[in-house]
Structures are given as C-alpha cells and as structure tokens.
C-alpha cells in the first residue's frame, strides 16, 4: 500500500451498499434490538473485523502498510484524535478520508437533530423535550457513514463560528431570550457528533480559534458567548499539518497538540512500483502512456525529491508525477487528432514536452536561478537512462548503432506518427528480430506502442553516446 493523493474518489469506502433499515420510531428501534455504539467503540470494533476478515481496511493507499499505517491503526484501537504530519502530496487528505470505511454504513438519528443524536441518547435540549413528549413514537431517520464525515480547509479567516458555533441573531429575532441555548447555531465540529471531523492545514488556523477546540476536543463542552453547554459530544478530531508550515507559516499551539493523542508522520512512497501505483490509480488519462514512461516518470519524481537543487522543505508532490501522466496523454491525444491516428499512444518524445509545463510546481534553491530548466532536463535524463537499464539491458543494439553510423536515421517529434517512426527505421539484416526483442522487453504490441519502444532505444543510445541526437524544437533525428 502507498500513501497516495486524493482526487475524484472523496470516500473511496463510503459508497451504498445495503439499503437503510427499516425501523422508524423509537419503538422501531427497540424491537429491532439495536445496539448503541460510542464512536470510538464502533470505530475500533469495525476495524478489528476488518483485520480478522483480511479485508484492507484502507483501499487506495500504497506503500504505508509497515510504516503509517500500523501507526493509523493503534490509534483507532486506543481512541485516540490523531495529527498527520507530511509535506504535501502525500494523501494526508485521503487517509483522513479512508476513516469512513470504518464506519458503521447507517446510523440512526433523531429526525431534525440538529446534531443528529442518537435516539436512545439525545444531549439537546430539544431533543430531550421531543423525546420526552413522543416516548416511543419519537421518529428516526438513518444517516449513511458518509454523511458522519466533515471536512474543513482551514484558513486564516475561518472563525470560532465555523468550528464551535455562534449565537443565531435570526433565531433572537424570532423572540428567543438572548439566554435560551436555542439560539446558540453550532458549528462543524458540534455537528459532527458521533461521526469525525477533519481539519486540513491545521496550522494555519489562528491561534485563538485554536484555543476555542481545546474544551471540545478533551471536556467535549461548547463555550460560546459567555454560554457553558454541558453536551457529552462524541466526535473524532482528526487534522493535518504541513511540517515546514508547522514551525514557519503557522503552528498548532502546545494545549492543542498535547489533546491529539497520536501524531503521524507520513511519507512519500519508498517504493517505486508504489509511485507507479499512485500515477495509475489517480491519473485520468486520455490516451494511452504505456507503463515504461510512467516508470521514467516515477524515476523522475524520486529523482527531483533527492536532488539538492530542489527545496526539499516544500517537497515534490505525487501531483507533479500525476500531472505529468496526464499531460503525456494528452500530448498523444493531441498528436493523434492532428495526424489521424487511430489510437493515442504516448511516446518518450511526449514526456519531454511535458517538462515545460511541469517545471512550475517544483520549488527550487535560491542559488539555482536560472537553471531550473537544466536541473529538469538533467534529471529526466537520468530517469530515462536507469528505465533502459532496466528493461534493455542485455540487448545487442549494436547493429542498429551500424546502421545510424552508415548513414541511416530516424526522424520523430510530437508530431511524428508512430507509423513515420516504423518506417523510418534502417532495415537491419536480422529481419526485423531486434525491433521484436525491444518490443517485446517493453511489453509493446500496437504500433504506437512500437514506435515507443524504439524511440526508448534511440534515447538510450544517444544517452549512452553511442550516436548523435538533433533537435530543433520540433522534430528530433537520431544518426
């Protein structure tokens, strides 16, 4: 598994699956003989069915399984509200979000809770005049486990208003004593009872909205405008921090820190099929990138993460291999649509247009004005020359390298077809068994496919200075 980042699929668990139960009153509920669970009860329990079951309870992520995840986990088993600390790109936001899966998939609540109160338990003042009134006929709806989900980016201007509540001044203009606790509108996380609200970029939150979570997070009591609400609130505070935000652009205030139970450093993946896995599993491509070139763009990504021209304290986002998926396919896409080919397949060419686009998310020292073009040509060459290691070595391409030096070349561009490419090739007196063998190295069937698989060979020759490369922008031979 690997930490990856989050795009299209908000609650990768969350999705319906069993239609809700039927009970619709209180009596319902009774007769059905429905447990109540506190949160991190349900929580916990879930999640130990889930590892008894071997059913992963973390869809989605890569690469963590020995390192964050274990920690994710004895948290949720000791109940703990829990800090992630990563650099960004590392799917803070998409662990936070894979809780859900832990959930129960319906819950019951009180209909028109505002805090959606669990029938056997209500904590307003309300909900307890309702119940008190209605006995068994108090009525129920069921809430699905993604519903029990909040999410709020912290920013510098989110208010106590946002997060704990505010007095309502619509609901004392309706004739409410300024006293009467109804008039109190609650915030996110009062809202979230029994179920778990996330803060994104904690540190950024001010300092004395920081101090307004500290009751709700350790007494679980509301303070708002001189009002002290005793409400037994059951809701799992979860966040995340960026480390270089955490002592520079903001910080999370000690009281506050000390009230997270577990905090969790997380990482970028370690492993590379793990980087591969992310740009796969995130990418939404429209064409075809074969898996050699998200490989040389995984290389590339690790590449830029360990070089000392780059701020590391910003980090290199999986975003920036994602996008950079994304592009290839579209430069195929574009290629194909302008010179007719049936299907878009990306070539290594693609990838080298890519980097003007790319070079923007990538932070780099102060001391390398000016050759932040250098450092991403340099690197993606290093990652094309460890991917024909890779997958070429052994290979004999020394008749090809004959017949370049006889004279022979080859012509590509994001505007060469892959058909041009094929034809282009010197013939060889092999009956065509080396293109075949590179081909079939890389997995290469169609003639897109093909076509880049011998533009890999030609780069792995010219990287080796084996034979030249000429370039004027648009076009590229190999001789």
């Known amino acids: 598994m690997t930490d990856t980042v989050d795009t299209s699929h908000p609650h990768p668990t969350a999705s319906v699956t069993e239609p809700p139960p039927q009970a619709a009153t209180l009596g319902d509920l009774r007769a059905s003989g429905h447990e109540q669970r506190p949160l991190r009860t349900e929580l916990r329990e879930n999640l130990l069915a889930a590892l008894r079951a071997g059913r992963d309870p973390w869809p989605g992520l890569h690469g963590l399984s020995s390192t964050v995840i274990p920690q994710v986990e004895r948290a949720i088993l000791a109940g703990h509200d829990i800090v992630l600390l990563g650099e960004r790109g590392q799917g803070k936001t998409r662990l936070l979000r894979s809780l859900v899966g832990l959930l129960d998939e319906w819950t019951p609540v009180i209909e028109g809770s505002e805090l959606g109160e669990h029938p056997y338990e209500p904590i307003t003042h309300e909900s307890r ?258 991917a024909v290691r890779e997958h070429l070595r052994g290979i004999d391409l020394a008749p090809l390298v004959a017949a370049l030096e006889g004279g022979a070349s080859v012509a590509t561009g994001e505007r060469v077809t892959a058909a041009e490419v094929l034809a282009a090739l010197p013939d060889l007196d092999d009956d065509g068994a080396l293109y075949d063998e590179v081909a079939e190295r890389l997995q290469a069937s169609t003639p897109g496919e093909r076509a880049g698989a011998v533009e890999l060979a030609l780069e792995g020759l010219y990287l080796a200075r084996k034979v030249d490369k000429d370039s004027d922008g648009e076009s590229v031979v190999y001789g």
Do not use: C
């Open 129 to 386: 005049r309702r119940a008190a009134e209605l006995g068994d006929e108090l009525p129920v709806l069921w809430r699905h486990r993604e519903e029990r989900y909040a999410e709020k980016l912290a920013t510098p201007d989110t208010s106590v208003g946002d997060l704990i509540g505010d007095v309502d001044p619509m609901r004392v203009a309706e004739g409410r004593r300024l006293g009467d606790p109804e008039t109190i509108h609650f915030g996110l996380i009062p809202r979230s009872h029994r179920g778990i609200v996330a803060i994104n970029e904690l540190p950024d939150l001010a300092e004395r909205i920081q101090v307004a979570m500290l009751n709700v997070m350790e007494e679980r009591d509301i303070q708002i405008r001189g009002y002290v609400l005793r409400l037994p609130l059951d809701v799992l505070v979860v966040a995340s921090a960026n480390p270089e935000d955490y002592t520079n652009r903001g910080r999370i205030i000690t009281p506050l820190k000390d009230r997270f139970g577990a905090e969790i450093r997380t990482h970028y993946p370690i492993e590379l099929a793990d980087e591969m896995a992310v740009v796969r599993q995130e990418a939404d491509l429209v064409g075809q990138v074969p898996d050699v070139l998200v490989e040389i763009l995984a290389r590339f990504t690790r590449g830029l993460r360990e070089s000392g021209s780059v701020d590391q304290r910003s980090g290199v986002s999986a975003r920036f291999s994602i996008a950079g998926a994304e592009t290839v396919a579209a430069s195929a896409l574009h290629r194909a649509s302008v010179r007719g080919e049936d299907e878009p397949v990306a070539r290594l060419v693609d990838i080298e247009t890519a980097v003007d686009v790319l070079g923007g998310k990538i932070e780099f020292e102060a001391g390398e004005e000016g050759r932040e073009a250098a450092i991403l040509t340099h690197l993606l060459r290093t990652a094309t020359v460890e």
